[in-house]
């Protein structure tokens, strides 16, 4: 690989090659935003990554929950 003087070190010499080798090392992420709810829909407590205004664990409980398990056309 070419570094290029005055950039960041490279590591990868492609994105193909960087996002095959973190798929294959999940072990070495630092997920950091991990957090912790109670369903609105269940009560089953679930977690999310990323996501800190998330209120089901499911897209099924939120349409059971937000439409009172009834179809939306009705």
Known sequence: MVQTEGMKTRVFCCAE??????????E???KKAVYTYTCAGCGREFTAYGNSKRKYCSHVCYI???????RADD
């Open 17 to 26: 090659y960087r996002k095959k080798w973190w798929k294959e090392h999940p």
């Open 28 to 30: 070495m992420l630092d």
């Open 64 to 70: 059971k929950d937000r439409f009172k398990g009834g």
